[in-house]
Nanobody, 115 residues
């Protein structure tokens, strides 16, 4: 089974930066589509950034220019670098992987942007 372990959440000031990392086990990592989703209180879970098996990224408009998603097939990790953070970025962030049409989730980690 595919398992995902997240790290790197926490509290950050507006305008600050934070890096999330997700380690994936139990799969042929190079074949996975990967992504980061977030869910704020009272809102639907949304895709923040995704990256396919070939390394091509895509972003929500609110993340474009501020966030960068990357993958490392050697270390079996997918990272999300978040810069110029805003209070509206506050949410629980989830790592996600798709294999053979099935979706797998990390535990979710709180990111709070506040002064």
């Amino acid at each position: 089974q595919v398992q995902l372990l997240e790290s790197g959440g926490g509290l950050v000031l507006p305008g600050g930066s934070l890096r999330r990392s997700c380690a994936v086990s139990g799969s042929m990592f190079s074949s996975l589509s990967l992504g980061w989703h977030r869910q704020a209180p009272g809102k639907q879970r949304e895709l923040v950034a995704g990256i396919d098996r070939y390394g091509s990224p895509n972003y929500q408009p609110s993340a474009t220019g501020r966030f960068t998603i990357s993958r490392d097939n050697a270390t079996r990790t997918v990272d999300l670098q978040m810069n110029a953070l805003k209070p509206e970025d506050t949410a629980v962030y989830y790592c996600c992987a798709i294999q053979n049409g099935r979706q797998y989730w990390g535990q979710g980690t709180q990111v709070t942007v506040s002064s």
